[in-house]
């Protein structure tokens, strides 16, 4: 199994629908949980992270299930300007090794 | 404050050459990390750095890869003797302490071996 695993898409949606992405991790004893948002010919910046509990800013909520080792996210009423790919991203566990997935392509439609 | 910064933010060189990329983190963060990414692997750790100190080196992919960190702000990946296959884009990012802290990238260095 790798490290972290994503649907690398591309998913293309038209605007205001709502789209989930889905991340798998390996490493059981890992504890910190992140989305990151690339655009094209860009960095990557941080979009949330990702707690135990769950988590929602504005349209988009992170979610967390330790027991299957899974994470999700769920953009809601989605944008033209949310079109990027998203990246999930996990610690090493024991140490502060991050690990992004290979990032999941989504475009809005007008 | 600037972010971190990176430079060059291209470099062609021929194979067989030394290409040294150059970055200066955010002032104040302890950590220091070096990416590559490509269309095949995505974004890959090679190093990182915690005060100065190399703490993780096991994704630098061979002895051809070097990365120094001489002071706080200031650091280096040395690739000698380059190769096509090191064509990728190398990403420098910052953060202020350990886990669960964010990452801050600067805007990269797009590498091309001919």
């Known amino acids: 199994r790798k490290e972290v695993e994503q649907d690398p898409g591309p998913f293309n949606v038209p605007e205001g629908a709502t789209v989930a992405f889905n991340c798998t991790y390996s490493n059981s004893a890992s504890q910190s949980f992140f989305w990151y948002r690339q655009d094209c010919r860009k960095e990557p910046k941080l979009l949330m992270s990702v707690y135990s509990s769950g988590n929602e800013d504005g349209r988009f909520t992170a979610q967390l299930n330790r027991a299957s080792q899974y994470i999700s996210l769920l953009i809601r009423d989605s944008k033209l300007s949310d079109s990027a790919t998203y990246l999930c991203?996990?610690?090493?566990?024991?140490?502060?090794?991050?690990?992004f997935g290979k990032g999941t392509l989504l475009t809005v439609n007008p | 404050d600037a972010g971190v910064i990176q430079s060059p933010r291209h470099e062609v060189t021929e194979m067989g050459q030394e290409v040294t990329l150059r970055c200066k983190p955010i002032?104040?963060?302890?950590?220091l990390f070096w990416y590559r990414q490509t269309m095949m692997r995505g974004l890959e750790l090679l190093i990182y750095?915690?005060?100065?100190?190399?703490?993780?080196d096991s994704g630098m992919p061979e002895d051809r890869f070097s990365a120094k960190m001489p002071n706080a702000s200031f650091s280096t990946l040395k690739i000698q003797p380059s190769e096509p296959r090191d064509s990728a884009v190398y990403f420098c990012?910052?953060?202020?302490?350990?886990?669960?802290?964010?990452?801050?990238f600067g805007s990269g260095t797009q590498l091309s071996v001919l």
């Open positions: 750095f915690n005060n100065n100190v190399p703490i993780d």
């Open positions: 990012a910052s953060s202020l302490r350990g886990r669960g802290e964010k990452l801050f």
């Open positions: 002032s104040g963060h302890d950590y």
């Open positions: 991203v996990v610690d090493g566990g024991s140490n502060y090794k991050l690990t």
